[in-house]
């Protein structure tokens, strides 16, 4: 028999209203990765996604209005990780060359996305183009990426290490270029090494900032 919780809210079996409803939507959005990435997100049913994470129907919609908002979420989730795993980095680097700055947070994010090889799948192959609302969410990503890179690239230019020029379509070119090599990281079969991958990217960023203006 549930029992009062106070201002926690009601218990049973020992577990609080609140925690029970966010178990179930870590369930929920740990089952939509699994399913989106596998089925695929336009195969997959909210019923399936249900039946996956152990809840009800009623459970779905009290956390999502619709299958889309939890891609939406999933898909901020995602990018908010590898840029949380980046800021600290960045901050441990602020006394480090530029070029050692920029390669470094490379490694970082490409551990970051790596990490799960449904990640990949998700932001770069699942998401994008599914709606208006996920391709603004997308582009807004790709600006944050875009504006980071650039700004790193103009320490670099500051301290000499690179030529003094606009890198804003560098930057633009260098989120496409990891974009495809990670997507093309979760697609390939036997898997290529991670850190084969990285030290590409490495490479390719290197030589556009450092090319002659």
């Not at 989120?175 to 079969?189: D, F, I, K, S």
Request: aromatic fraction near 8%.
């Amino acid at each position: 028999m549930a029992q009062g919780a106070g201002a926690h809210g009601r218990m049973y079996r020992g577990v609080d209203t609140e925690q029970r409803r966010a178990e179930r939507r870590e369930r929920l959005l740990e089952a939509a990765l699994d399913e989106f990435t596998t089925r695929g997100y336009h195969k997959t049913k909210i019923a399936d996604l249900c039946a996956k994470a152990g809840v009800s129907t009623r459970n779905f919609y009290e956390k999502f209005a619709s299958k889309e908002a939890l891609l939406l979420e999933l898909h901020a989730h995602i990018n908010t990780v590898a840029m949380k795993r980046m800021l600290p980095v960045l901050e441990s680097l602020a006394d480090t060359d530029a070029l050692t700055r920029i390669t470094t947070l490379v490694d970082v994010f490409v551990s970051a996305v790596t990490s799960d090889p449904r990640y990949p799948r998700l932001n770069y192959v699942e998401a994008p183009g599914i709606s208006q609302a996920m391709e603004r969410q997308h582009q807004d990503w790709f600006t944050r990426y875009v504006d980071f890179i650039a700004a790193e690239c103009d320490r670099a230019a500051t301290a000499g290490l690179a030529p003094v020029r606009d890198y804003r379509l560098t930057a633009i070119a260098l989120v496409g270029a990891v974009t495809g090599l990670v997507r093309e990281w979760q697609a390939h079969e036997p898997p290529l090494p991670a850190d084969a991958v990285a030290n590409e990217i490495r490479e390719i960023f290197i030589a556009a900032i450092t090319r002659p203006a």
